[in-house]
């Protein structure tokens, strides 16, 4: 059984969805806060030479080395200005860790399956093949990222 599974089901067995928020740029997405591992704040990147864009390149967590991902590169969004500080989601996918590199973490928010939304025809194309869908908050839109997904997308093509 996928680890995605698991966690949806998880999260079924209660009338609530509970999502680490996060920022990119001016726009708040939602992690399930189950497949969170840690948060950093700014960490030591080594660039991996020939990587593609999304790989910002890798650092050590640990005594592990963890692939960061660039998510400004991945979202289509662009870079942030020289010198301002990012943070890290750290993130398990098929027992390899992965840092997601975001402008700042949010709260953990507990938010009701009832006001979920399959994702919307307006979002653009590159987005909705990385979010599951969205809530929507009293000011923002909340999106949902995909992560499996999302990592998958970044994996080498044979």
Known sequence: MSAVTTLER??????????LTLNVGDQIFGIPILQVQDVLGAQKITRVPLAPPAIAGSLNLRGRIVTAINMRACLGMPDRDAGAKTMSVVVENNGELYSLMIDSVGDVMNLPYSDYEKNPATLSPQWRSLC????????????????PRLLEGLQPQE
Request: proline fraction near 0%.
């Open 10 to 19: 998880m999260e079924s067995s209660s009338n609530t969805r509970e999502l």
């Open 132 to 147: 599951q869908g969205i809530y929507r908050l009293k000011d923002k839109l909340l999106v949902v990222l995909d992560v």
